[in-house]
């Protein structure tokens, strides 16, 4: 698996806009980079997923640099609700890892009134 | 919801017993991951199967035992409990063959547990 670096924890406060960034060095070429959202006592939720340049959903927009050698998560105008902890995930190719999803420590959002 | 369901949600055992976690992933989805989770060391991959076949194992102790039935579901059997593996434990699964670059896991609500 891609080791990924993420911060350890963020601050925000509610209505404005969070960027997570997530560092993958070593991604493979044809890895995506997945990102998951968890709250306390619950399973990782997938939030979005991409390759390269930009993707949106209704949640979150993930911003992808041509290297592909770092992403950004962007939460835009976040609330209370969005505190959680961020996963950022890519895929190995090195064959070694086949099969083994492996959750970094991720990012601890806290969001504040 | 995410379609995984997990059985049970609580459990409370005593050091030195054996319990089994039961999970049974979205209609269709033929791969099956079970994660540990706990306060000191995060998310941590035990094991995969696909389609009843392990396909990957991770940190996962010889007390440890997973399978997956021709229905797909899955069980997790742990044995000789300690006070350590108390902690959450969580399925999950995924439509994708193992190793697919764009793979999405579906997580369960978990199943804690007290080992006392």
């Known amino acids: 698996l891609a080791k990924t670096t993420q911060p350890i924890s963020m601050d925000s406060y509610e209505g404005q806009e969070v960027n997570i960034t997530c560092s993958h060095n070593?991604?493979?070429?044809?890895?995506?980079i997945t990102w998951y959202q968890q709250f306390p006592s619950q399973g990782p939720r997938f939030i979005i997923q991409g390759y390269k340049t930009k993707v949106t959903n209704e949640v979150a927009s993930l911003f992808i640099p041509a290297d592909r050698k770092s992403s950004t998560l962007s939460l835009p105008r976040v609330s209370l609700s969005d505190t959680a902890v961020y996963y950022c995930l890519a895929l190995n190719a090195g064959g070694t890892s086949y099969g083994k999803l492996t959750f970094g420590q991720g990012t601890i959002l806290t969001v504040h009134p | 919801d995410s379609g995984v369901t997990q059985t049970p949600k609580h459990l409370i055992t005593a050091t030195g017993q054996r319990v089994t976690l039961r999970c049974s992933p979205r209609?269709?989805?033929?791969?099956v991951y079970w994660y540990q989770q706990s306060l000191d060391q995060g998310l941590q991959f035990l094991i995969q199967?696909?389609?009843?076949?392990?396909?990957a194992k991770g940190n996962i102790l010889e007390r440890f035992s997973a399978q997956q039935f021709p229905d797909l579901h899955s069980e997790l059997n742990l044995s000789s409990l300690e006070l350590g593996d108390s902690a959450l434990y969580f399925c999950?699964?995924?439509?994708?063959?193992?190793?697919?670059?764009?793979?999405?896991?579906?997580f369960g609500s978990g199943t804690q547990l007290s080992v006392l």
């Open positions: 199967y696909y389609n009843g076949e392990e396909r």
């Open positions: 070593n991604i493979a070429t044809n890895d995506y």
């Open positions: 999950a699964s995924s439509a994708s063959n193992p190793g697919t670059r764009n793979e999405k896991l579906f």
């Open positions: 209609s269709g989805d033929l791969s």
